[in-house]
Each structure stands twice: as structure tokens, then as C-alpha cells.
């Protein structure tokens, strides 16, 4: 065996740092100090903030969440339809005769025509303004 002693074994440019509470003190003043600029950085963000337009944003994040939700329910709803063998063709039957009445009943002259018409724009103009 060699008679070498250990800092011919350590890597070049790695130095042992003594493990004393001066160290941990000093790294524990750095994070203190850093997360201090941090938080403070954070208070004025938030200070710059319109909080009175915030309701908007929260209820047209909530208008998506529900959506999504609705839309995820509605896809395992049709796949479970779709399951049994017999049932989504008659339900595509039963949409095709919903349709036809409704259409013979609101568009077959041109007056309810304009009626079905007149309901959109209005549904429209309280909805979106």
C-alpha cells in the first residue's frame, strides 16, 4: 500500500469547510436576509395590484373550472352510453325526432322564424352586452 496522506486524495479545488456555528450562522443570516428582499418584493407586486377588478377574474376562472368539470362528467356520462350496444342508436334516433319537432314547430313559417330569431338576438344582447 501506498503511504499517501488524504489531501493528495481529495480533488483539486475542493477544500474542506470546518462545520463550526459561525458557517451555519452566516448561511442562515443569507437565507434570512434573501427571503426578507423576497417577500418584500412580493408585498409591493401585490401592492400595485387593482383588487377591485379581481372579482371578474375569479368568476371567470370559476365559469372554466365548471366547464371543464361539466365537460369531463358529460364525457364519461356519453362513454358509459356508449357501452351498451343497443342505446346510442336509438338515442341518436331520438335526437333526429326532437329535432324534426322542434323544427316544424319553430321554423316551418316565416314568421316563427323571425320569433326563434328575435329570442337569439335577445338572449344575446343580456348575455353578452
Same mark, same amino acid.
Given at each position: 500500500?501506498?503511504?499517501?496522506?488524504?489531501?493528495?486524495?481529495?480533488?483539486?479545488?475542493?477544500?474542506?469547510?470546518?462545520?463550526?456555528?459561525?458557517?451555519?450562522?452566516?448561511?442562515?443570516?443569507?437565507?434570512?436576509?434573501?427571503?426578507?428582499? !423576497?417577500?418584500?418584493?412580493?408585498?409591493?407586486?401585490?401592492?400595485?395590484?387593482? %383588487?377591485?377588478?379581481?372579482?371578474?377574474?375569479?368568476?371567470?376562472?370559476?365559469?372554466?373550472? !365548471?366547464?371543464?368539470?361539466? /365537460?369531463?362528467?358529460?364525457? !364519461?356520462?356519453?362513454?358509459?352510453?356508449?357501452?351498451?350496444?343497443?342505446?346510442?342508436?336509438?338515442?341518436?334516433?331520438?335526437?333526429?325526432?326532437?329535432?324534426? /319537432? %322542434?323544427? %316544424?314547430?319553430?321554423?316551418?313559417?316565416?314568421?316563427?322564424?323571425?320569433?326563434?330569431?328575435?329570442?337569439? /338576438?335577445?338572449?344575446?344582447?343580456?348575455?353578452?352586452?
Amino acid at each position: 500500500m501506498s503511504d499517501s496522506n488524504s489531501e493528495e486524495n481529495q480533488a483539486p479545488g475542493f477544500e474542506t469547510t470546518p462545520m463550526d456555528n459561525t458557517v451555519k450562522e452566516s448561511e442562515d443570516n443569507n437565507v434570512a436576509e434573501r427571503f426578507s428582499e !423576497v417577500m418584500g418584493s412580493v408585498n409591493e407586486t401585490l401592492g400595485k395590484i387593482d %383588487w377591485s377588478q379581481m372579482g371578474k377574474y375569479g368568476k371567470a376562472v370559476g365559469i372554466i373550472a !365548471v366547464v371543464i368539470v361539466a /365537460q369531463v362528467i358529460i364525457k !364519461v356520462v356519453i362513454d358509459t352510453i356508449n357501452f351498451f350496444p343497443v342505446l346510442p342508436g336509438l338515442l341518436e334516433l331520438l335526437g333526429v325526432v326532437v329535432l324534426g /319537432q %322542434w323544427s %316544424w314547430q319553430n321554423l316551418s313559417t316565416s314568421d316563427k322564424r323571425n320569433a326563434v330569431f328575435e329570442r337569439v /338576438q335577445n338572449l344575446r344582447k343580456e348575455y353578452l352586452g
